[in-house]
T-cell receptor, first 112, second 114 residues
Framework: GNSVTQMEGPVTLSEEAFLTINCTYT??????LFWYVQYPGEGLQLLLK?????DKGSNKGFEATYRKETTSFHLEKGSVQVSDSAVYFC???????????FGQGTRLTINP | DTAVSQTPKYLVTQMGNDKSIKCEQN?????MYWYKQDSKKFLKIMFS???????INETVPNRFSPKSPDKAHLNLHINSLELGDSAVYFC?????????????FGPGTRLTVT
């Protein structure tokens, strides 16, 4: 089926470290790709998106590039902060589809 | 102002009971959703309504019945609760079904069935 796979968590980093959270998707059709973030005790929020190959989504210092050749949409940030501690979800929406399909989530903890 | 609100925030109940979770959005959106997030944080869509009409109904037991009295509300009623229903339930909304990627989530309702 059409799925999204994220790297297993939890991920623990020190403040100002470089972050990568891997996300790959099954190569079916031409999905749009998204990263959502869930801060402790809250619902999910859209972080960034990319709707076609080679698009780069960016927000709050986070970036992800839609790479069709590797079917990936890895999330990166150059220097993380304690406030970035959250669960991050990769998601896809297939053309014409009416729903998002989420990955399993990756918990990120940033230590001061 | 809260965009998507859910009540209650916490719900503890016994097996076999019937309970409801309410959701309201004040964004003027046409489409609303219910998701279930299990203990491993895996998030899965259950239902979606567009203009009060059911458009997505995933393989959810028929003990779960959504009800949309108007566009701003999507309530979730659960009959004969089971231990496996324990989870966090999130309501969400989007402008319309074409904007399904940009969903606004409520804070969640943590349901514990004992």
């Amino acid at each position: 089926g059409n799925s999204v796979t994220q790297m297993e968590g939890p991920v623990t980093l020190s403040e100002e470290a470089f972050l990568t959270i891997n996300c790959t998707y099954t190569a079916t059709g031409y999905p749009s790709l998204f990263w959502y973030v869930q801060y402790p005790g809250e619902g999910l929020q859209l972080l960034l998106k990319a709707t076609k190959a080679d698009d780069k989504g960016s927000n709050k210092g986070f970036e992800a590039t839609y790479r069709k050749e590797t079917t990936s949409f890895h999330l990166e940030k150059g220097s993380v902060q304690v406030s970035d501690s959250a669960v991050y979800f990769c998601a896809r929406r297939d053309e014409g589809a009416q729903k998002l399909v989420f990955g399993q989530g990756t918990r990120l903890t940033i230590n001061p | 102002d809260t965009a998507v609100s859910q009540t209650p925030k916490y719900l503890v109940t016994q097996m076999g009971n019937d309970k409801s979770i309410k959701c309201e959005q004040n964004l003027g959106h046409d489409t609303m959703y219910w998701y279930k997030q299990d203990s491993k944080k895996f998030l899965k869509i259950m239902f979606s309504y567009n203009n009060k009409e059911l458009i997505i109904n995933e393989t959810v037991p028929n003990r779960f019945s959504p009800k949309s009295p108007d566009k701003a509300h999507l309530n979730l009623h659960i009959n004969s609760l089971e231990l496996g229903d324990s989870a966090v339930y999130f309501c969400a909304s989007s402008q319309d079904i074409q904007w399904a990627y940009e969903q606004y989530f409520g804070p969640g309702t943590r349901l514990t069935v004992t």
